[in-house]
C-alpha cells in the first residue's frame, strides 16, 4: 500500500510540473494541450506498472498489455506524426483517431483478460472437482474405519501414516 502512496505521489509531481508548464500550456494550441496530458498520463502508467512489478503487485505477463499502451499513449504523444498518418488513412480527426487508439488497446485489454479470468475459472473447477473427490475418498475411508472392530480401529491408527 505504501508503494501505491508513493505512485500516486509520483503523478501529483508529474501533474505539478504540468501545472508549473501552464504558461506555455496557456499559449499552446489544444492539439499540444492534449499531447502534454496524454504524455503525463503515459509516464503515469509506466511508473504505476513498474512500480506494481516491483511491489509483486503485477505479474509480468499482464503488465506486458500495460506498458504496451503506455507505449501506444506516448507514441501518440510525442509523435503526432504517426497520429496524422493514421488520421489520414482512416479519415478522422485527431481527437477521435486518438479516442480509436484507446479503444482499440482496451478492447485488447479486456479480452486479454477475459482469457485470463476463463483460464482461471476452468482451474477452479478442476480443483473443485479434484477437492470434491479426496472427500468422498476421505468419507469412504472413514465409513470402513468406522466399520471395523475396535481391536483392528487400534492397529490402523498405531500404522505409520506411509502404510496407510
Not at 499502451?69 to 510525442?78: E, H, N, P, S
Request: hydrophobic share 60%.
Amino acid at each position: 500500500m505504501k508503494r501505491f502512496f508513493l505512485a500516486l505521489a509520483a503523478l501529483l509531481v508529474l501533474a505539478g510540473a504540468g501545472l508549473a508548464a501552464a504558461p506555455w500550456l496557456a499559449g499552446a494550441t489544444q492539439m499540444m494541450r492534449i499531447r502534454a496530458l496524454m504524455g503525463i498520463v503515459s509516464v503515469g502508467v509506466f511508473l504505476i506498472t513498474l512500480l506494481a512489478i516491483r511491489g509483486y503487485k503485477l505479474r509480468e505477463k499482464y503488465a506486458v498489455l500495460w506498458l504496451a499502451t503506455a507505449a501506444m499513449i506516448t507514441l501518440a504523444a510525442f509523435f503526432p506524426q504517426v497520429m496524422d498518418a493514421a488520421r489520414e488513412w482512416f479519415g478522422m480527426q485527431y481527437v477521435t483517431s486518438v479516442v480509436a487508439v484507446v479503444f482499440v488497446f482496451l478492447v485488447l485489454v479486456s479480452f486479454h483478460f477475459s482469457i485470463a479470468l476463463s483460464a482461471l475459472n476452468d482451474k477452479a473447477a478442476a480443483t473443485a472437482s479434484r477437492c470434491a473427490i479426496l472427500e468422498a475418498r476421505i468419507h469412504e475411508l472413514e465409513r470402513r474405519l468406522g466399520s471395523l472392530p475396535p481391536a483392528s480401529k487400534e492397529r490402523a491408527d498405531d500404522r505409520p501414516a506411509a502404510g496407510r
